[in-house]
């Protein structure tokens, strides 16, 4: 599983993301501290995309593949997903009469 593109949009105008570094704050399963970096814009929403979908759907790069669309609305401050899930379901009854 991965995040397969990442895009900005003016109204319906795709534009290119800002040259800008964000300090983001990253935590790690192994270490307890917070690691600062510095990030572009872009790999800053990648990230946070990844800290979504881990937060929200764990597990979402297993089974069949889950596919969905984040959208990061600035002047709405304000991220939506949309996330579909994939997976294979067998239900085994058995019955003793």
Not at 40 to 51: C, I, R
Not at 53 to 72: I, P
């Amino acid at each position: 599983g991965q995040v397969e593109s990442i895009e900005a949009y003016a109204g319906d105008a795709e534009v290119t993301f800002p040259k800008t570094q964000i300090a983001y704050a990253a935590l790690t399963w192994d270490d307890p501290e917070v690691e600062m970096r510095a990030l572009s814009l872009e790999d800053v929403v990648e990230q946070l995309a990844y800290d979504l979908l881990s937060d929200t759907h764990g597990g979402w790069e297993n089974n069949d593949g889950a596919y969905g669309e984040f959208c990061f609305d600035a002047s709405a401050r304000s991220i939506h997903l949309e996330f579909n899930e994939r997976f294979t379901s067998s239900e085994l009854y058995t019955h003793d009469f």
